[in-house]
């Protein structure tokens, strides 16, 4: 069974840092670009970064760019997103998903999703 799990959310204080994970199982991580996306209470699911099969190729929405920081071990079948200078707006729950394609940000594009994580930055 193809499944996306991701870890990691917390409650964190602003400035601070958290460092979440997406694991997969039932495919190769590598095949896939892997977005991830947050969806905050009454707001669309947005993407927030993005990374190619390969790694070398990285994209991230302008409210994160400077803070997050996405990378990709195929060897472990895994995908970090590490979120430095946490601020309040980033509170969502985070989910990663799959993309046979290319990394872009738009929803639409993903074929697989995770289940989701919560991060709430907040003092």
């Known amino acids: 069974q193809l499944q996306l799990v991701e870890s990691g959310g917390d409650l964190v204080q602003p400035g601070g840092s958290l460092r979440l994970s997406c694991a997969a199982s039932?495919?190769?991580?590598?095949?896939?670009?892997i977005g991830w996306f947050r969806q905050a209470p009454g707001k669309e699911r947005e993407g927030v970064s993005c990374?190619?099969?390969?790694?070398?190729?990285?994209n991230y929405a302008d409210s994160v760019k400077g803070r997050f920081t996405i990378s990709r071990d195929n060897a472990r079948n895994t995908v970090s997103l590490q979120m430095n200078n946490l601020k309040p707006e980033d509170t969502a729950v985070y989910y990663c998903?799959?993309?046979?394609?290319?990394?872009?940000?738009?929803?639409?594009?993903?074929?697989?999703w995770g289940q989701g994580t919560q991060v709430t930055v907040s003092s």
């Open positions: 990374i190619s099969k390969s790694g070398r190729s990285t």
């Open positions: 998903a799959a993309a046979i394609f290319a990394c872009v940000l738009g929803t639409k594009d993903y074929n697989y």
């Open positions: 039932g495919f190769t991580l590598g095949n896939y670009a």
